[in-house]
């Protein structure tokens, strides 16, 4: 149809289309790459960028490494050295967008969430994509595909997309589930109750002056989202593993533990950034998380509940994790559960 050749139109422009490092015309897309001593896993990604069919970007790299090698890797991509390109094949330095590769290298490491802020802070494309850099693009149209869905929903300022979890034991997909999409949509602050969206790396939306909040913790995506969607709610969505993420023990989320009280800090954090107590299914979110970290009624009181509401929850979880426990557990010894 008209708009399909009108998108073909537009994307053969963009591949053919000279980019200099001193250009000032804005890049469609900015790919924002933080990273800190992990060239190997740069290389991959810079290679699957390399690879895309959507050329019409900028490529931010904020560097916290306390070693040389990605700016070696940098230097050699900008000198036109022939380097191997990893599993996207070719030669990183021909492709288009290598020409507006950005590198900053911090003279002292910032730490995670800090060194993410910086890399979107220099982004000036009409789109964001910040981009782990443990992570990269499945396929070769990948980019293409994330944008088209933008395009194609001017009204939207999110797009989101499925993802091939990658660990060095399995592979395997990942997808917001039709529900959890439908209760998004209807309201945008049931995000507080569970991250389907996945993460960042699965993400594409328009500059808007989001970022992460640097008080946050295991929550950041979270946040970022809140900041996107509170100022227009309307996104859509692909189940499509567009994304393939790098799954490992370093990853920073991986340092938090089950019940470690950073994570309820984050959701005490967003539940009041954002004024979740007026929202019901928000504020008994909030309730049950304060009775699981074990918190007084006056945290419990200062989120909305009544005291009532705060013994009820407190017994609906002393039946669920210790009544029911035990039984459990006595039924396992048994043998009459497995």
């Not at 019409?56 to 700016?71: H, W």
């Not at 660990?167 to 049931?190: C, I, N, P």
């Not at 089950?258 to 979740?276: A, S």
């Not at 009181?301 to 426990?325: D, H, I, P």
Request: hydrophobic share 35%; proline share 3%.
């Amino acid at each position: 149809d008209r708009r399909e050749g009108m998108r073909r139109m537009e994307k053969e422009m963009r591949q053919d289309r000279p980019r200099g490092t001193g250009s000032s015309e804005r890049p469609k897309v900015s790919i924002c790459i933080p990273a800190y001593n992990n060239e190997a896993e740069v290389r991959r990604l810079l290679s699957s960028i390399a690879a895309q069919t959507m050329q019409d970007v900028e490529i931010i790299l904020t560097d916290d490494s306390t070693n040389g090698e990605i700016e070696a890797l940098v230097e050699g991509i900008r000198s036109g050295r022939r380097a191997d390109a990893g599993s996207a094949g070719g030669i990183l330095s021909d492709a288009p967008c290598m020409s507006r590769l950005r590198y900053v290298h911090n003279e002292k490491p910032l730490g995670h969430i800090f060194n993410w802020n910086k890399a979107l802070s220099l982004a000036k494309g009409e789109y964001v994509k910040i981009m782990f850099s443990d992570d990269w693009f499945t396929q070769d149209n990948s980019l293409e595909k994330l944008t088209a869905l933008l395009d194609d929903n001017p009204k939207a300022s999110l797009a989101f997309c499925g993802t091939m979890q990658v660990s060095k034991k399995q592979t395997w997909a990942r997808a917001a589930g039709k529900e959890y999409v439908e209760r998004l949509r209807r309201d945008y602050r049931y995000l507080f109750l569970g991250n389907e969206i996945g993460a960042p790396s699965a993400t594409l939306y328009r500059a808007c002056g989001a970022a992460f909040d640097e008080r946050s913790n295991w929550a950041s995506d979270m946040f970022l989202y809140f900041e996107i969607l509170q100022k227009n709610p309307v996104f859509v969505c692909t189940p499509e593993p567009l994304i393939s993420i790098g799954v490992h023990e370093e990853q920073y989320t991986e340092s938090f533990s089950e019940r470690d009280i950073r994570k309820f800090r984050d959701r005490l954090l967003m539940y009041e950034k954002y004024g979740l107590k007026e929202q019901e299914d928000c504020r008994k979110e909030m309730l049950r998380l304060t009775v699981m970290y074990g918190q007084g009624f006056q945290t419990a009181s200062a989120c909305g509940a009544s005291m009532g509401e705060y013994l009820k929850q407190r017994a609906v979880w002393f039946w669920t994790n210790t009544v029911l426990g035990y039984w459990n557990g006595l039924l396992h010894k048994l043998g009459i559960r497995n």
